[in-house]
T-cell receptor, first 115, second 112 residues
Framework: DAGITQSPRHKVTETGTPVTLRCHQTENHRYMYWYRQDPGHGLRLIHYSYGVKDTDKGEVSDGYSVSRSKTEDFLLTLESATSSQTSVYFC??????????????FGPGTRLTVT | GENVEQHPSTLSVQEGDSAVIKCTYSDSASNYFPWYKQELGKGPQLIID?????GEKKDQRIAVTLNKTAKHFSLHITETQPEDSAVYFC???????????FGIGTKLQVIP
Protein backbone atom coordinates (compact mmCIF):
# COMPACT_ATOMS: atom_id res chain seq x y z
CA ASP A 1 0.00 0.00 0.00
CA ALA A 2 1.11 3.52 -0.78
CA GLY A 3 2.30 5.37 2.31
CA ILE A 4 -0.56 7.76 2.84
CA THR A 5 -2.08 8.65 6.18
CA GLN A 6 -4.92 10.98 6.99
CA SER A 7 -5.66 12.57 10.33
CA PRO A 8 -7.98 12.66 12.05
CA ARG A 9 -9.89 9.62 10.78
CA HIS A 10 -13.13 10.78 12.36
CA LYS A 11 -14.22 14.21 13.54
CA VAL A 12 -17.40 15.78 14.75
CA THR A 13 -17.48 19.56 14.87
CA GLU A 14 -19.98 22.35 15.22
CA THR A 15 -21.14 24.74 12.54
CA GLY A 16 -18.92 27.80 12.30
CA THR A 17 -15.77 26.24 13.72
CA PRO A 18 -12.56 25.93 11.71
CA VAL A 19 -11.35 22.44 10.85
CA THR A 20 -8.05 21.25 9.40
CA LEU A 21 -7.52 17.83 7.88
CA ARG A 22 -4.03 16.52 7.29
CA CYS A 23 -2.68 14.26 4.59
CA HIS A 24 0.82 12.86 4.97
CA GLN A 25 2.72 10.81 2.39
CA THR A 26 6.00 8.95 2.53
CA GLU A 27 6.24 8.33 -1.24
CA ASN A 28 7.74 11.69 -2.25
CA HIS A 29 5.09 11.98 -4.98
CA ARG A 30 4.67 15.34 -6.65
CA TYR A 31 0.89 15.53 -6.95
CA MET A 32 -1.56 15.55 -4.06
CA TYR A 33 -5.35 15.89 -4.10
CA TRP A 34 -8.28 16.37 -1.79
CA TYR A 35 -11.64 14.83 -2.73
CA ARG A 36 -14.95 14.63 -0.99
CA GLN A 37 -17.24 11.64 -1.40
CA ASP A 38 -20.99 11.98 -1.08
CA PRO A 39 -23.83 9.60 -2.05
CA GLY A 40 -25.02 10.32 -5.56
CA HIS A 41 -21.99 12.46 -6.37
CA GLY A 42 -19.08 10.04 -6.37
CA LEU A 43 -15.69 11.62 -5.77
CA ARG A 44 -15.36 15.34 -6.38
CA LEU A 45 -12.08 17.21 -6.48
CA ILE A 46 -11.76 20.03 -3.94
CA HIS A 47 -8.17 21.21 -4.44
CA TYR A 48 -4.95 19.74 -5.74
CA SER A 49 -1.25 20.46 -5.55
CA TYR A 50 1.40 19.99 -8.22
CA GLY A 51 4.33 20.89 -6.00
CA VAL A 52 5.34 22.62 -2.79
CA LYS A 53 3.39 25.88 -2.50
CA ASP A 54 1.72 25.16 -5.86
CA THR A 55 -2.00 24.54 -5.56
CA ASP A 56 -5.13 25.01 -7.62
CA LYS A 57 -8.88 24.73 -7.28
CA GLY A 58 -10.99 21.74 -8.18
CA GLU A 59 -14.70 21.64 -8.98
CA VAL A 60 -16.00 22.13 -5.39
CA SER A 61 -13.47 24.46 -3.79
CA ASP A 62 -15.82 27.04 -2.23
CA GLY A 63 -15.43 27.08 1.56
CA TYR A 64 -12.12 25.20 1.48
CA SER A 65 -8.49 26.25 1.43
CA VAL A 66 -5.30 24.20 1.21
CA SER A 67 -1.64 24.55 1.95
CA ARG A 68 1.45 22.56 1.05
CA SER A 69 4.63 23.74 2.70
CA LYS A 70 6.42 20.38 2.43
CA THR A 71 6.32 17.64 -0.19
CA GLU A 72 4.90 15.16 2.28
CA ASP A 73 2.05 17.20 3.80
CA PHE A 74 -1.12 18.60 2.24
CA LEU A 75 -3.56 20.35 4.57
CA LEU A 76 -7.24 20.99 3.89
CA THR A 77 -8.91 23.72 5.94
CA LEU A 78 -12.58 24.47 6.36
CA GLU A 79 -12.49 28.07 7.54
CA SER A 80 -16.00 27.98 8.98
CA ALA A 81 -17.57 24.55 8.79
CA THR A 82 -21.14 24.17 7.52
CA SER A 83 -23.48 21.18 7.58
CA SER A 84 -23.12 20.86 3.80
CA GLN A 85 -19.47 19.98 4.38
CA THR A 86 -20.40 16.82 6.23
CA SER A 87 -18.73 14.21 4.07
CA VAL A 88 -15.96 11.66 3.75
CA TYR A 89 -12.73 13.31 2.66
CA PHE A 90 -10.06 11.43 0.76
CA CYS A 91 -6.52 12.47 0.07
CA UNK A 92 -4.76 11.03 -2.97
CA UNK A 93 -1.26 11.19 -4.38
CA UNK A 94 0.29 10.48 -7.75
CA UNK A 95 3.70 10.60 -9.31
CA UNK A 96 4.78 11.81 -12.70
CA UNK A 97 3.15 9.44 -15.18
CA UNK A 98 5.14 6.37 -16.11
CA UNK A 99 4.25 3.90 -18.85
CA UNK A 100 1.16 5.95 -19.59
CA UNK A 101 -0.35 5.43 -16.15
CA UNK A 102 -1.66 8.29 -14.07
CA UNK A 103 -2.59 6.10 -11.11
CA UNK A 104 -3.74 7.87 -7.99
CA UNK A 105 -3.23 6.27 -4.58
CA PHE A 106 -5.87 7.07 -2.03
CA GLY A 107 -5.65 7.42 1.71
CA PRO A 108 -8.08 5.74 4.13
CA GLY A 109 -10.39 8.75 4.37
CA THR A 110 -11.61 11.12 7.08
CA ARG A 111 -15.25 11.09 8.09
CA LEU A 112 -16.29 14.62 9.03
CA THR A 113 -19.62 15.45 10.62
CA VAL A 114 -20.67 19.06 11.07
CA THR A 115 -23.54 19.48 13.54
CA GLY B 1 -15.00 20.88 -17.91
CA GLU B 2 -15.24 17.12 -18.15
CA ASN B 3 -18.49 15.35 -17.27
CA VAL B 4 -18.52 11.60 -16.65
CA GLU B 5 -21.80 9.71 -16.45
CA GLN B 6 -21.88 6.18 -15.05
CA HIS B 7 -24.60 3.54 -14.96
CA PRO B 8 -26.11 1.58 -13.43
CA SER B 9 -25.81 2.99 -9.92
CA THR B 10 -26.47 -0.46 -8.44
CA LEU B 11 -26.00 -3.90 -9.93
CA SER B 12 -26.73 -7.34 -8.51
CA VAL B 13 -25.46 -10.49 -10.20
CA GLN B 14 -25.29 -14.15 -9.31
CA GLU B 15 -21.88 -15.54 -8.55
CA GLY B 16 -20.26 -16.73 -11.76
CA ASP B 17 -22.20 -14.37 -14.00
CA SER B 18 -20.72 -11.37 -15.78
CA ALA B 19 -21.10 -7.73 -14.76
CA VAL B 20 -20.89 -4.71 -17.06
CA ILE B 21 -20.64 -1.08 -15.99
CA LYS B 22 -20.83 1.69 -18.58
CA CYS B 23 -19.55 5.25 -18.61
CA THR B 24 -19.66 8.18 -21.01
CA TYR B 25 -17.48 11.26 -21.05
CA SER B 26 -17.87 14.67 -22.64
CA ASP B 27 -14.39 16.11 -23.17
CA SER B 28 -12.76 14.87 -26.37
CA ALA B 29 -9.39 15.88 -24.88
CA SER B 30 -9.63 13.10 -22.28
CA ASN B 31 -7.15 10.37 -23.08
CA TYR B 32 -6.80 8.29 -19.93
CA PHE B 33 -9.61 6.26 -18.37
CA PRO B 34 -9.03 4.49 -15.06
CA TRP B 35 -11.37 2.27 -13.09
CA TYR B 36 -11.24 2.20 -9.30
CA LYS B 37 -12.67 -0.30 -6.83
CA GLN B 38 -13.68 0.84 -3.37
CA GLU B 39 -14.28 -1.66 -0.63
CA LEU B 40 -16.28 -0.72 2.42
CA GLY B 41 -14.42 1.65 4.72
CA LYS B 42 -11.42 2.03 2.41
CA GLY B 43 -10.14 4.41 -0.21
CA PRO B 44 -10.54 3.62 -3.91
CA GLN B 45 -7.89 1.48 -5.55
CA LEU B 46 -7.00 1.31 -9.24
CA ILE B 47 -7.94 -2.00 -10.85
CA ILE B 48 -7.42 -1.30 -14.55
CA ASP B 49 -6.88 1.63 -16.86
CA UNK B 50 -6.86 2.33 -20.59
CA UNK B 51 -5.45 5.02 -22.79
CA UNK B 52 -7.22 6.49 -25.79
CA UNK B 53 -4.88 4.84 -28.29
CA UNK B 54 -6.09 1.40 -27.15
CA GLY B 55 -9.54 -0.08 -27.76
CA GLU B 56 -9.51 -2.89 -25.23
CA LYS B 57 -7.42 -4.09 -22.31
CA LYS B 58 -7.71 -7.25 -20.25
CA ASP B 59 -6.36 -8.35 -16.88
CA GLN B 60 -7.51 -11.82 -15.89
CA ARG B 61 -11.28 -11.57 -15.23
CA ILE B 62 -11.44 -7.82 -15.82
CA ALA B 63 -11.55 -6.04 -19.15
CA VAL B 64 -12.15 -2.48 -20.26
CA THR B 65 -13.28 -1.32 -23.69
CA LEU B 66 -13.13 2.20 -25.10
CA ASN B 67 -15.01 3.74 -28.00
CA LYS B 68 -13.47 7.17 -28.64
CA THR B 69 -15.93 8.08 -31.36
CA ALA B 70 -18.92 7.55 -29.12
CA LYS B 71 -17.06 8.76 -26.03
CA HIS B 72 -17.93 5.77 -23.92
CA PHE B 73 -16.04 3.08 -22.08
CA SER B 74 -17.08 0.00 -20.15
CA LEU B 75 -15.83 -2.33 -17.44
CA HIS B 76 -16.48 -6.05 -17.83
CA ILE B 77 -16.03 -8.50 -14.98
CA THR B 78 -16.41 -12.16 -15.87
CA GLU B 79 -16.96 -15.11 -13.54
CA THR B 80 -17.88 -12.81 -10.70
CA GLN B 81 -16.99 -13.79 -7.15
CA PRO B 82 -18.30 -12.54 -3.79
CA GLU B 83 -15.06 -10.59 -3.25
CA ASP B 84 -15.90 -8.53 -6.34
CA SER B 85 -18.68 -6.91 -4.31
CA ALA B 86 -17.69 -3.25 -3.95
CA VAL B 87 -18.30 0.19 -5.40
CA TYR B 88 -16.68 0.76 -8.79
CA PHE B 89 -15.82 4.20 -10.18
CA CYS B 90 -14.96 5.11 -13.72
CA UNK B 91 -12.98 8.26 -14.42
CA UNK B 92 -11.54 10.33 -17.23
CA UNK B 93 -8.69 12.79 -17.51
CA UNK B 94 -6.85 14.68 -20.23
CA UNK B 95 -3.64 14.21 -18.29
CA UNK B 96 -1.51 17.27 -17.68
CA UNK B 97 -1.92 18.02 -13.98
CA UNK B 98 -3.88 14.81 -13.85
CA UNK B 99 -7.17 16.34 -12.82
CA UNK B 100 -9.44 13.34 -12.82
CA UNK B 101 -13.23 13.48 -13.12
CA PHE B 102 -15.03 10.54 -11.54
CA GLY B 103 -18.40 8.99 -12.23
CA ILE B 104 -20.89 8.63 -9.38
CA GLY B 105 -20.02 4.99 -8.78
CA THR B 106 -21.72 1.60 -9.19
CA LYS B 107 -22.42 -0.57 -6.19
CA LEU B 108 -21.91 -4.15 -7.33
CA GLN B 109 -23.34 -6.98 -5.27
CA VAL B 110 -22.37 -10.54 -6.14
CA ILE B 111 -24.88 -12.99 -4.70
CA PRO B 112 -23.36 -16.35 -3.69
Amino acid sequence: DAGITQSPRHKVTETGTPVTLRCHQTENHRYMYWYRQDPGHGLRLIHYSYGVKDTDKGEVSDGYSVSRSKTEDFLLTLESATSSQTSVYFCAISALPTSGSYEQYFGPGTRLTVT
Amino acid sequence: GENVEQHPSTLSVQEGDSAVIKCTYSDSASNYFPWYKQELGKGPQLIIDIRSNVGEKKDQRIAVTLNKTAKHFSLHITETQPEDSAVYFCAATPGGYQKVTFGIGTKLQVIP
